[in-house]
């Protein structure tokens, strides 16, 4: 049997005991940076790792590598007679559990069996954010709970990653007013990851407005503002260096939203930076205009930003979010 997980740390609980078979992590951040309909194509697979490199700070080497490593892992799936799919409820793992239903849906499956756990909460635990959550015992409960995968999971998984993976993100606006019930938790990830759009209210995504309205509630530690966003958009399962990179642009010239007192560098890649728990973030004048409708973040500053398969580039970039009808907005120009 093979398991593939989300995490290290889902990996590590399971190793003890909890299952039999071979683990597979999936490492990916979909959520963040180009993504392709078939990420595995060479070309693609080089813009991807040298944005991630750009942005995250994750060696454009080591992404490469490890790529080609868990890909050749899973093209060996026909080796194991069951396969066990271990994904959350939020977009970091429905993103990934979308892919690999896509890319499932074109083998041969010959007498290999797919299977699928997939929750969003867990008796006792009032927020869930993970599996990573759960300690060994609660681990165990689920262990056998997985649901085979049939031809509809398949086929509204691949619907879902090649909506993702389009430069036109009706694609995806268009499949959420469709019954998704059959991956009961893909409906809000993907709206979640829609309304990460600049809003036709004042050009900032739901992280960046999130952000700013947690900094004027009287959070400003760094980390303090990462726990309560992460909270309050948990269908998002944003990481830690997503956020950070995030708030890198939200305090960058030109037009900062933010000031981030005592600021020496951020946290990067397998690189703690301690005096960043000191760092005091506060609104700037023009944060405050952002927040009060009277500027429009993106029409000041301009855009250059992946949301899946739609590159937003430019002061007026043609896809934008309406929050009050909770759907895209298509402006019809984009400069």
Not at 36 to 56: G, I, K
Not at 240 to 264: H, V
Request: net charge negative; glycine share 8%; aromatic share 12%.
């Amino acid at each position: 049997m093979l398991h593939i997980v989300n995490g290290d740390l889902v990996a590590a609980k399971l190793r003890q005991g909890i299952v039999q078979g071979d683990i597979l992590v999936w490492r990916e951040v979909y959520p963040h940076g180009p993504v392709f309909l078939d990420p595995a194509v060479s070309d693609n697979r080089s813009v991807r790792a040298q944005f991630l490199e750009q942005t995250l700070g994750i060696p454009r080497s080591e992404y490469i590598q490890g790529s080609k490593m868990q890909e050749k892992t899973l093209a060996d799936f026909n080796k194991y007679e069951e396969v066990v799919l271990w994904f959350e409820h939020d977009l970091f793992d429905q993103t990934m559990l979308c892919y690999l239903l896509h890319w499932f849906s074109e083998q041969p499956l010959l007498n290999t069996k797919l299977n699928l756990l997939s929750i969003g909460e867990y008796p006792g635990i009032e927020l869930f954010r993970g599996l990573g959550q759960l300690s060994l015992e609660q681990m165990e409960t689920l262990s056998g709970t997985w649901k085979s995968i049939g031809t509809k999971e398949l086929d509204l998984g691949g619907a879902f990653w090649k909506a993702y993976a389009s430069q036109d993100p009706q694609q995806l606006q268009q499949l959420l007013i469709k019954d998704t019930s059959v991956l009961p938790f893909a409906h809000d990830a993907f709206q979640c990851h829609l309304s990460q759009l600049p809003s036709t209210h004042n050009g900032l995504g739901i992280v960046e407005q999130t952000t700013l309205e947690m900094v004027r509630a009287g959070i400003h530690s760094p980390y303090e503002l990462f726990e309560h966003v992460g909270n309050k958009l948990n269908n998002l399962g944003m990481g830690d260096l997503q956020y950070w990179y995030i708030l890198k642009e939200m305090s960058q010239d030109p037009y900062p939203l933010l000031q981030i007192r005592g600021l020496q560098v951020f946290p990067a890649y397998n690189s703690a930076a301690v005096s960043f728990r000191n760092c005091d973030v506060v609104l700037t004048d023009f944060g405050n205009c952002v927040m009060d409708g009277k500027e429009d973040w993106v029409a000041k500053k301009g855009i250059d930003e992946w949301y899946g398969g739609v590159h937003l580039q430019g002061y007026c970039p043609r896809w934008r979010w309406n929050s009050s009808l909770q759907t895209i907005h298509d402006t019809g120009i984009e400069v």
